[in-house]
């Protein structure tokens, strides 16, 4: 039966076919939907871990213990994992382990661009490229079958634009694959060095095999049309070439790393001119000049950001598609309206406080007219940042610094800053904004909700209890709705030394939906005082005047708290 899925679905699809037994992820945009697909499907057991690392080395145990295994992530996730990736390769595998990384050209959601293929190189892990949903269940398929076959763990590359686009998918029966005999073996699973420089042999010896054998692979497609231009592609840019040049010819990486050197050499002795089109780093291109191969790519297409048909004609055919650019409004993403983390911004806004933030939702910060957001790097780094200007000011200087952090990335890799921050006797302020849900990547669970990827109860992590035990020497909680009372718990705490947690405590706006009555602005004094918290729900109108839109307010009252006229009231039109 064919059915229309989305990449991300079409992965999920392709693991439940292949017999998978255990997947593991954290949440994270392209990739989030791969997980909560696959828990929909009996014989399959799928969880929310804290990071990508603990993901990953759930995976590697689920295929030590013989079964086929997978774990999921967007391509930062990969820094996170890539200690157990890099002696995973080593070790290789008992039951098949698929690693499924989710590259975002473009930064659609994503702090950076970074391209997964050279982690694959780096590590010595075969990679897979699907260019639509029924290939991306396909070669789920075949990923496995490598794995067991050549002892490794292998790659699944996606980027955002296959993991969000539909196609239509061939669903076939599951197949039921037999957990593999566990059989202890210190020189395979056993990582210190007398074992590892054995392993390593064998890594290179596997990657030479791979190879060799991929030379003749069906994974790899070459079409021969016109002969005057040959193109080298893979993924989801294999769609916009066949699109955007109709008659070249094409020869279509499936499996991205090893790459086919000798079949490549063939097909450009084929062509009269190969041109490489691939999004980002030029990893084809390179690695085809140092093999002799002439070619052209990144001399016509940019490092940055993505491909599409309109760049593909433009860059080889020289056709403008003369589109119209006309003067429209920018429109930034904004925080929801009623979202808590808004007041808080509000008052480290106001107080005029350096605010090193996280990766999440409340990294809206930085936006106008809140504008209260001066550092974000990467998940759990705003603890070591604001430890490290605290350490550089020293204490007095360190009194206008803030860090601040979600509770799903606290739990995720900010757990040890704060540790840190405590050993070495740091004067660090952070403020734990808890919505009790991974709230930017679309309100999954975590461990500090008390519920299962599968929605099952669970034990709570209790956020309060565990910085106390961590070692802060302050801890308050107040409600993220609170602004007087925050910012004047705020001054209190930047003056005392050592580590002070805020928790910061109200849930996602859009966990639930019954909100009461809306609020309205009547005899309107045009202070714009109510403004200055950009809630989208809040109008500017031509004379200057605000006005509140009933279809979008929430009725969490912050703006009511911030009128110094009592010009807004709940349940007025």
Known sequence: MKKLMLGNEAIARGAYEAGV????????????????????????????????????????????AGARSMVCMK?????VAADPMFTAAYTGVNGGLVIVAADDPGMHSSQNEQDTRFYARSAHIPMLEPSNSNEAKEYIKKAYKISEEYDT?????????LAHSQSFVTEEEREEVAIKPYQKDITKYTMMPASAIGRHKAVEAREIRLAKDIESSDINTVELNDKKLGIVCSGVVYQYVKEALPTASIFKLGMVYPLAIERLKKFANEVEEVIVIEELEPFFENQMKANGIKCRGKELFSKQGEISVSIIKEKILGISQNIEKKDLPVRPPVMCAGCPHRGVFYVLSKMKLTVSADIGCYTLGAQAPLSAVDTVVCMGASLGIAHGFEKALGKEGSKKVVAVIGDSTFVHSGMTGLVNAVYNKSNMKLLILDNSTTGMTGHQEHPATGITLSGETTKKLDLVELVKVLGADSVNVIDAYDISGLEKLLKSELEKDGVS????????????????????????????????????????????SAKINPSLCVGCGLCKDLCKFGAIEEGKK
């Open 501 to 544: 947690v805020i928790i910061a405590k109200r849930p996602c706006a859009l966990l639930n939906r019954n909100y009461p009555s809306a609020f309205s602005i009547h005899d309107c004094k045009k202070c714009g005082m109510c403004l200055k918290i950009g809630c989208p729900a809040i109008e500017k109108q031509k004379d200057g």
């Open 153 to 161: 763990p292998v790659f699944i590359r996606t980027t955002t634009r």
């Open 21 to 64: 037994r255990v997947v593991s992820a954290y949440p994270g945009t392209p990739s989030t939907e791969i997980t909560e697909a696959v828990v929909k499907y009996d014989g399959v057991y799928a969880e929310w871990a804290p990071n990508e690392k603990v993901a990953f080395e759930v995976a590697i145990g689920a295929s030590f």
């Open 75 to 79: 391509h930062v996730g990969v820094n």
